[in-house]
């Protein structure tokens, strides 16, 4: 039989925040934890900030060829460097800037 699990031993289970960055020059910095190479968009990360806190990236195309060679452990600094030009019928892409660190 299973033990029994006391009130006071449960945990709510919070999911990692969506980064959605609307400033151009919004930064995010961390280090990735986890890679979802086929979310429900595309490929996401999961940056752990120095602060502690776990959020995901948004799986923007542009945002995904960037982190391409982005391993679990790297360290990154995204910066978001605004929107580009929308073409007919389509919304205008969000555009950005990775820089990296390789983990050691």
Known sequence: MAEEIK????VV???AKYWNPSVKGEELVGSVTDVKKRGDFGETFTIKTDAGEE???PSHVALQNRMSRIDI????????????EAQKGKNA???????????R
């Open 7 to 10: 009130k006071d031993d449960w």
């Open 13 to 15: 289970q919070e999911s």
């Open 55 to 57: 959020i995901k990236t």
């Open 73 to 84: 452990g790297d360290r990154v600094k995204i910066v978001f460097d605004g929107e580009g």
């Open 93 to 103: 892409p969000k555009l950005y800037t990775v820089f990296s660190s390789k983990a």
